[in-house]
């Protein structure tokens, strides 16, 4: 059932669907959360932007499936480079695969803000 919906959300990615962000976001709950603690004010059209370089898509792919010009998204990677603080020695999609991993950090910080 879960490859099923891998591959129903990469129909959907690639189909620049409506319901994309949807799944992604059923899927990979924590990366969305991620996110969002590190810019609350986030668009969704940038979090399905994000999600796509998380699932690995190049440059030309999202160009291609989104109907932009390679250089739209080069631009849109630069100021989302700017709005996540992402340095521009890092690449891109590596730091979006990343967040996963920064979840139970993040809780605990927020965890120890609390009882402070």
Same mark, same amino acid.
Request: a neutral charge; glycine letters at 0%.
């Given at each position: 059932m879960e490859r099923n919906n891998f591959n129903n959300l990469i129909a959907l990615?690639?189909?620049?669907?409506a319901? =994309? @962000? $949807? @799944?992604?976001s059923e899927i990979?709950? +924590?990366f969305v959360v991620s996110l969002k603690t590190i810019n609350p004010k986030?668009?969704?059209s940038e @979090?399905? =932007?994000?999600?796509?370089t998380f699932l690995n898509f190049s440059t030309k792919n999202i160009a291609q499936y $989104?109907?932009? $010009?390679?250089?739209?998204?080069?631009?849109?990677?630069?100021r989302l480079r700017k709005k996540l603080n992402i340095a521009s +020695?890092? +690449? =891109?999609n590596c730091w979006m695969r990343e967040q996963i991993q920064r979840?139970?950090?993040?809780e605990q910080e927020q965890i120890a803000i609390e009882t402070i």
């Open positions: 990615a690639k189909n620049n669907s319901e =994309f @962000l $949807t @799944l992604f990979y709950p +924590d986030i668009r969704s @979090l399905e =932007f994000c999600a796509l $989104t109907f932009v $010009t390679i250089r739209a998204v080069q631009v849109r990677k630069n +020695d890092i +690449d =891109f979840i139970p950090m993040i």
